[in-house]
């Protein structure tokens, strides 16, 4: 057993994912930044002082060989932060398939295969954002968003639908708006929601939550953004560190605060 708290943050190595990871170590954690790109990732950690593991979160091979470190090394996870993300321009079947590839059917595959190392209280947080915006769905289709018996398969094959409505050209007929990053984040707050109530007898008291960051100075969000780096991690991290009493699940927060969304 690891005596140090553990985190495993994807997307580590640059903007808000390695703000989370220094933050984190800062807190006492034993960080694990996962990231793509295993020169950058180990010399970001090096950097931060704290331990890289390589992980292409798209990967089923990668996350295989993930789980086997953490079994080999008997290494259990106290929170689990999905910040790997991707946006790219234009709209079409290929940035439909490899924007929600990352950014929902990843942490979903990921958090699946790591339920069995999550410690007793351990604490998931997806970054997400509030362009998941579930009004920008057709009436009938966001009725299936906000319907409280909506399971992980059901999520999983409306994310599929959406890739699919777009490579036949019909997503807009189904109801959906045309754009993957909006998409894939609605699905990813989802996820949130969907994990708490699933596992919400788990003993182990696990706690799921999503998060908007914000527009954040970052690679993705361009240097004219309105928030630093160490604002955009705030409250992944405070979701991060809440004690076992006194942690939401289930919920999407901005600044700290529940968000609609």
């Known amino acids: 057993m690891h005596e140090q708290p553990v985190a495993l943050v994807t997307g580590g190595n640059r903007g808000i994912g390695r703000e989370i990871c220094r933050q984190l170590h800062a807190r ?3 960080v694990l930044l996962a990231a793509r790109d295993p020169a950058r990732g180990l010399a970001v950690a090096r950097e931060l002082g704290v331990a890289f593991t390589p992980l292409d979160v798209s990967d089923p091979a990668s996350i295989a060989r993930m789980v086997t470190s953490l079994e080999g090394r008997k290494l259990g996870l106290d929170v689990l932060v999905h910040n790997a993300g991707v946006t790219f321009p234009g709209f079409d079947a290929r940035v439909a398939r490899d924007t ?3 950014n929902f059917f990843a942490v979903h595959n990921l958090t699946v295969a790591l339920l069995p190392f999550l410690r007793p209280h351990a604490r998931v947080v997806i970054v997400s954002s509030g362009v ?6 057709a009436p009938a289709l966001r009725a299936r968003f906000a319907d409280g018996a909506l399971d992980r398969p059901q999520l999983v094959d409306l994310m599929q639908a959406f890739v699919t409505a777009v490579a036949d050209g ?19 707050t989802m996820l949130a ?10 003993p182990r008291q696990l ?8 527009w954040v100075k970052t690679d993705m969000g361009g240097p004219h953004a309105t928030r630093e780096v160490a604002e955009g991690a705030d409250t992944a991290v405070w979701l991060a560190t809440r ?11 901005r600044d700290r605060q529940p968000a609609a969304w």
């Open 243 to 253: 004690p076992p009493n006194d942690s939401p699940s289930g919920g999407f927060f």
């Open 170 to 188: 019909h997503h807009s007929a189904d109801g959906w708006p045309s754009s993957a990053y909006g998409v894939s984040k609605i699905g990813a």
């Open 100 to 102: 929600l590839a990352v």
């Open 132 to 137: 998941g915006d579930r009004s920008k769905l």
């Open 207 to 214: 706690r799921f939550n999503a998060v908007c960051p914000g």
């Open 28 to 30: 006492g954690f034993h």
């Open 193 to 202: 929601q969907i994990l708490a109530r699933e596992l919400a007898d788990d």
